[in-house]
């Protein structure tokens, strides 16, 4: 196959580049691409070394797939034009997260839905992803009536300005800063841009993009995400309540048997799901399961995962594997 990574300076173009070799993908050609700035450019890839080409001579160059992590603007002008050269994009931006046209996919959850026709892909948000790893199950199996989480992002989301900030803080020193505060000994409920409703942006995907995935409108949600001095990952606290009532150890089954979700739920010998241990790891993982009492088949649960792998570069080419495994491309 012949594999464009768009993007691929950046933090997650370098882990998509990372997740492809990890997981053998089928790389026949490997078409490195970056902004004009980054062409010519050097990057390994299975010891060998590539040079970084522009937008317009990867789209000439016709490859099967495009993994796209290069922003939303470079999307919406670029992801098209691939398109119609023939290739699959898989976009790991927002452009294309919420066009009808266009779908949303997490492949253990929704994957069947690709054709031969779907030439554009959204890739999730990240905090959505393992959000939706976990819930989707449990949808099936209890039917979600509503959902109140709250957020604990990783710097890594935002991206290398804010991990330099983070780092520059700890040493003392001044530099450039991607958040108006400090961002170490700190949190920011500020993740994204706020939107006229008074939430951000970061907050109102997890409400549209649950309910896309899910297909189910009727899903009620509600977010705070909060921006974190952690690189490993990010962590969500979830309420949720169930149409019917359930039993805590059948749940507990239903998850342990979910592909791509780890159940780390031992509080007798504390062990919980934590950002330091999901860091470079692919799978999802919950714990703190418990029942809420303050109201009736309602449920308390402590999610984690790596928002650049799962969250990112993992779940983009998990879509793309499974293009090549039903002959899509």
């Known amino acids: 196959m012949k594999i464009a990574v768009v993007g691929a300076t950046g933090?997650?173009?370098?882990?998509m580049l990372q997740v492809l070799e990890e997981r053998n993908f089928p790389v026949g050609e490997l078409i490195p691409v970056a902004s004009l700035k980054s062409v010519g450019k050097e990057i390994s890839f299975k010891n060998k070394k590539y040079k970084v080409v522009s937008l317009q001579e990867a789209v000439s160059k016709k490859p099967d797939i495009a993994l796209f992590s290069a922003g939303g603007d470079t999307s919406l002008e670029w992801a098209p034009k691939f398109?119609?050269?023939g290739t699959t994009v898989v976009d790991n931006s927002s452009a294309w997260r919420m066009d009808k046209s266009k779908k949303l996919i997490v492949p253990e959850i929704n994957a069947n839905l690709l054709t031969k026709e779907d030439k554009i892909i959204?890739?999730?948000?990240?905090?959505?992803?393992?959000?939706?790893?976990?819930?989707?199950?449990?949808h099936k199996q209890y039917g979600i009536k509503r959902v109140?989480?709250?957020?604990?992002?990783s710097i890594t989301g935002t991206g290398v300005k804010a991990v330099r900030q983070l780092d520059n803080e700890r040493l003392g020193k001044e530099g450039e800063k991607a958040y108006p505060y400090p961002i170490d000994m700190n949190c920011l409920p500020?993740?994204?841009?706020?939107t006229e409703n008074g939430y951000t942006k970061e907050e109102?995907?997890?409400v549209n993009e649950t309910r896309k995935i899910l297909s189910d409108e009727n899903i009620r949600l509600t977010a705070t995400a909060v921006r974190v001095p952690v690189v490993g990952g990010h962590s969500e606290a979830v309420n949720l309540e169930f149409e019917q009532d359930f039993d805590l150890q059948d749940l507990r089954k239903l998850l342990s048997e979910t592909p791509g979700v780890v159940v780390q739920d031992d509080i007798d010998h504390n062990v919980y799901p934590m950002p330091i241990s999901a860091k470079n790891k692919d799978e999802v993982f919950v714990g703190r399961i418990r029942r809420d009492y303050s109201n009736p088949n309602s449920l308390n649960l402590w999610i984690v995962a790596?928002?650049?792998?799962?969250?990112?570069?993992?779940?983009?080419?998990?879509?793309?594997?499974?293009?090549?495994?039903?002959?899509?491309?």
């Open 204 to 206: 109102m995907k997890l």
């Open 11 to 15: 933090m997650v173009g370098a882990v």
């Open 122 to 138: 959204a890739n999730p948000n990240c905090s959505t992803i393992q959000m939706l790893m976990v819930l989707a199950p449990l």
């Open 148 to 153: 109140v989480v709250s957020t604990y992002q």
């Open 306 to 329: 790596d928002n650049l792998r799962k969250g990112a570069a993992t779940n983009a080419v998990q879509i793309a594997e499974y293009l090549i495994d039903k002959e899509l491309v």
């Open 190 to 194: 500020h993740c994204d841009v706020f």
């Open 83 to 85: 398109a119609e050269a």
